[in-house]
């Protein structure tokens, strides 16, 4: 009797792991792994993916598979893959394995009024009908008017019909006639769609520095499956060694991913490596829809695209024979995904190397502390470019004290510094960046009569001010509100805005200097399809102006006509209730000033800020990292953090407060009892945002030490104690947020 293990496509817990079933005659021949099929489940049916012939432990009772679906959807190697991080991040299984499946490929079977119901793939290849001159020579009867226009038209070459409409109309009756005289032919074949275009930029090879030759040496000379860190200050030529290794690869008949942390830094990067490489590359996002995404993941797979470009999702595109991973500001948070599976990028990014071999490449101006430390302890190469490859310096930095500013009668966002260095850079038809960690136009709404502060009903936290449509938002779960005309609480008419987000700063420039063109970049401008491309376009093409905008345009940007950069508000991620926010903090003042100065033209960063002693701000101003991580590790080290130890978060939410406690208690209890005496559990207690889209939260943290099991041993504690109607449980390992 063969058998197979077969994961079910299941959101169900108690459905996690693969089951057993038996193999009929007729289907030995397409039962594979990888394969997707139709399974009995008690009193129905489920969709499933063969995942091994291990032989089950018992055979009594095990039932058919009843039909092969389609095609395999990914190997044995894949499969251990997804099975790695099922258990590195506590998560199911099927959440693991459906970041490795192609787009849309999924069967799904729907409840109907007689049972159930099995739907396709959502998805399918895009198909296209060609038309070809097969006749030359064929002539034609005078009154053929439409029939000798597309002879005309396919002299040049072979059309599409979609082509022969737009230019000529309807030619159906035409090209029937003419095929069946033989005249042309009418072929169908797979049409690519196009991902995107990328921001097309002159990019010609030139000679290296010598501090990146010597980062492209360190890279083809790594041993197989080991990581090198490139430590370059902003603009120094980083990608340049990027592409240069990957020609090499290349070369040999490997494949490349280069992973960015932001889908506004897609385009550029795809123009740069297509104006190298040509159009050897497919780009993988979150942005793209379901067809162009299965597209580009078959492309990879057939080995016609040899380079992948793209947010965290790229890691996981089917490259046959992967020379070279390339992880881009290894240090942005991004690359940690907020929902199960709750991987991080960066270290499965590293599995992946080791188990294929492949050389991974982690590149930052501002390296994480983790990252710095395992290069110091040796677990990785460093290499480090200190200088911008044009020869252009850094730019100088001025930190301005808002205190004082307001202390001597400013009341504006913007300090005199800032106004005087706008103005400058303005008069000489320069560009500037202006950034804020938030969008928006006020943090929030309060009434001076009684200190009414409107919040969400669903979350605990105040709802923002958008000046665009007048209303409250929720950033959290999306509500939306109507600005009151007066406080709902004493009817006073005092109601003022309080903070300040893009949207506001955009209207003080507008308002200061109306001759000059602004853009804004945030999650609001960008909402639309293209809508990154589409900014930075206009930003690159404006002769002069300003773009402002939030996190997402404080890295990777890179053009060299940006002169100043101001940073309206410093202090956003300097108090946040996380062991990162120091890190964070200087992270993001080194990243976004590195955005000016790139040319000949010197550059200017003023940071604006009511906290000019914070160590972040310090670091950046005289410039002395070593310092600045030596602080920050020592503390790390006293306290058992990343990197000296490890953590994990249980977060558990539930409709009632007492609800959710007395669950987090029983799984704390239960975590205690079987983890092992070295782990630390902290808790429970409620986080800073202590309800969130209806739910009250608590949280567990446990911290073991570098590269214990945490997510293994809690899937186990949590399952043991099992599930409460209407209660939440997640498990993050190596959190990012702890909100």
């Not at 983790?370 to 310096?393: F, K, N, W």
């Not at 945030?522 to 690159?540: N, P």
Request: hydrophobic residues 40%; positive net charge.
């Amino acid at each position: 009797m063969r058998t197979a293990r077969v994961l079910l496509d299941a959101s169900t817990r108690s459905l996690a792991r693969p089951l057993d079933y038996r193999v009929p005659d007729d289907l030995v021949g397409d039962v594979a792994v990888g394969a997707p099929v139709l399974v009995p489940l008690r009193e129905r049916r489920a969709v499933g993916y063969v995942v091994s012939f291990d032989p089950p432990e018992v055979t009594e009772g095990l039932k058919d598979i009843v039909a092969v679906l389609g095609e395999p959807r990914f190997d044995s190697e894949r499969w251990s893959l997804a099975s790695w991080i099922a258990d590195e991040y506590a998560c199911r299984p099927i959440e693991a394995l459906r970041l490795l499946l192609p787009p849309g490929s999924a069967h799904r079977l729907v409840k109907t009024a007689d049972g159930w119901r099995l739907e396709a793939p959502a998805v399918s290849p895009a198909m296209e009908r060609i038309v070809e001159l097969t006749d030359p020579t064929y002539r034609l009867q005078p009154t053929a008017v439409r029939q000798r226009a597309i002879l005309d038209a396919l002299r040049s070459g072979p059309l599409r019909i979609s082509e022969l409409r737009a230019s000529i109309g309807e030619v159906g009756n035409a090209l029937r006639v003419l095929e069946s005289r033989g005249v042309v032919s009418i072929v169908e074949r797979r049409r690519w769609r196009s991902a995107t275009t990328g921001l097309a930029r002159e990019d010609p090879s030139h000679a290296l520095t010598e501090c990146q030759s010597g980062a492209v040496e360190a890279i083809l000379a790594a041993e197989p499956g080991t990581t090198v860190v490139i430590d370059g200050v902003t603009g120094s030529g980083k990608t340049e060694v990027y592409m240069r290794a990957i020609d090499a690869f290349l070369r040999a008949g490997r494949q490349a991913i280069v992973l960015v942390p932001e889908i506004s830094l897609t385009p550029q990067t795809v123009g740069r490596f297509r104006a190298r490489f040509g159009a050897n590359l497919a780009v993988l996002h979150s942005r793209l829809s379901d067809g162009e995404r299965l597209d580009q993941w078959q492309l990879v797979a057939s080995g016609e695209a040899r380079i992948v470009i793209g947010a965290r999702s790229a890691l996981f595109a089917p490259a046959t024979d992967l020379g070279i991973i390339v992880i881009d500001e290894e240090h942005e948070p991004s690359y940690k995904q907020s929902s199960e599976p709750r991987y991080h990028a960066r270290d499965v990014a590293r599995e992946i190397a080791r188990r294929t071999g492949a050389v991974l490449v982690l590149g930052s101006a501002t390296p994480s502390l983790e990252t710095l430390h395992a290069a110091r302890s040796r677990q990785a190469t460093l290499v480090s470019l200190p200088q911008r490859a044009t020869g252009a310096s850094l730019p100088d930095v001025a930190v301005v004290d808002m205190t004082d500013e307001f202390a001597s009668g400013n009341r504006s966002m913007f300090s005199r510094t800032l106004v005087a260095a706008m103005d400058r850079t303005f008069q000489r038809r320069g560009k500037a960046v202006l950034y804020i960690n938030r969008r928006g136009y006020a943090t929030f709404v309060l009434c001076r009569e009684c200190g009414f502060v409107p919040t969400c009903q669903s979350c605990s936290v105040s709802l923002t001010y958008h000046e665009t449509s007048t209303r409250l938002q929720c950033h959290h779960c999306g509500l939306v509100e109507q600005l009151p005309v007066a406080c709902p609480r004493c009817s006073s008419p005092y109601l003022r805005r309080f903070g300040t987000g893009t949207q506001r700063v955009e209207a003080e420039v507008l308002k200061r200097w109306p001759e000059v063109p602004v853009l804004r970049m945030d999650a609001d401008t960008t909402a639309g399809k293209g809508g990154h491309e589409r900014i930075l376009a206009a930003f690159e093409s404006m002769p002069f102006g300003a773009l402002i905008g939030t996190q997402m345009i404080a890295k990777g940007l890179d053009y060299p006509d940006i002169e100043l950069v101001g940073v309206v508000d410093a202090d956003t991620s300097m108090r946040f209730p996380d062991f990162r926010s120091t890190e964070r903090t200087y992270q993001l003042l080194m990243q976004v000033s590195g955005r000016a100065g790139r040319s000949a033209r010197p550059g200017l960063v003023v940071v604006q800020t009511y906290w000019p002693d914070h160590p972040a701000v310090q670091a950046m101003r005289t410039g002395d990292r070593d310092a600045f991580v030596a602080s920050e590790l020592s503390q790390r080290h006293e306290l058992r953090y990343p990197p000296f130890g490890r953590l994990a978060r249980i977060l558990v939410s539930a409709p009632a407060a007492e609800t959710a406690a007395a669950h987090a208690k029983a799984i704390a209890d239960a975590v205690r009892s079987s983890v092992p005496p070295s782990w630390e559990v902290l808790g429970p207690t409620t986080p800073a945002i202590s309800r969130l889209k209806k739910l009250f939260r608590q949280h567990i943290i446990i911290k073991g030490e570098p590269g214990a099991p945490l997510g293994s041993a809690l899937w186990r504690a949590v399952a043991a104690v099992g599930g409460r109607p209407g209660t939440k449980v997640s498990i993050d390992v190596d959190p990012y947020d702890m909100l």
